[in-house]
């Protein structure tokens, strides 16, 4: 049971509160150090995971060959050295989420309090082993994107529309850029150009 003497109990923030759970602090306001147990504050160094033999653990486990489009595969942590091998999905080290598992509301997302960010790195360099990323020039055309938010899209009604994958608007293809899609429904250059087979 949690010590409260000293501390100003406010109705507005002890509501809710189960009886023995000490109050919640009171924010935009000085308060009183709270008086724990010793016990309930001091922290298990065993619980705490060591960082050195998390860097050896997963330069173990992770290190090496990386592909990207690998399901239920994490990236490899920063420190450890991996080649990573484009398959769909940008490398890790041009972005790297802070979440892997995602809450699937933004409710989930409001109770897990976990921050959901993107580190983005554009110019990260790439190391022996990887290539560098292809540069794509539409020329006059420009970038094939959505034409309402610019985000990349997907190809629809026989490869002649683009639907955003963010905002769902249609957009035609432009008659330069059109190509059939195959029996996969892929388009039969696919393989031929960097853009609809590379994640960077
Ligand atoms: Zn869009």
Redesign the pocket.
């Known amino acids: 049971m949690a010590k409260t003497s000293g501390h100003v109990l406010h109705h507005c923030c002890t509501a809710n509160l189960p009886s023995n759970q000490p109050p919640a602090p009171v924010t935009g306001k000085y308060q009183q150090p709270q008086q724990y147990d010793q016990a309930q504050r001091r922290l298990d160094p065993d619980q705490i995971p060591n960082p050195m033999s998390v860097i050896i653990e997963n330069q173990k486990n992770a290190g090496g060959a990386f592909i990207t489009n690998e399901q239920g595969l994490l990236p490899p942590l920063v420190t450890t050295k991996y080649v990573v091998e484009d398959q769909g999905n940008s490398s890790p080290r041009y972005v790297r989420s802070s979440l892997y598992c995602i809450p699937a509301t933004a409710d989930l997302l409001k109770t897990t309090a976990l921050s959901s960010t993107l580190a983005v790195s554009p110019m990260a360099r790439t190391v022996e082993g990887e290539y560098e990323p292809p540069i794509v020039n539409f020329g006059e055309l420009g970038a094939i994107r959505?034409n309402?938010?610019?985000?990349h899209?997907q190809l629809v009604d026989a490869g002649r529309r683009f639907q955003?994958l963010?905002?769902?608007?249609t957009t035609d293809v432009p008659t330069a850029y059109f190509q059939h899609l195959g029996h996969t429904g892929q388009r039969v250059d696919k393989y031929e150009r960097p853009e609809l087979v590379l994640g960077t």
């Not at 309402?148 to 985000?151: G, L, P, Q, T």
């Open positions: 959505c309402r938010c610019k985000a899209m955003c963010m905002c769902k608007v």
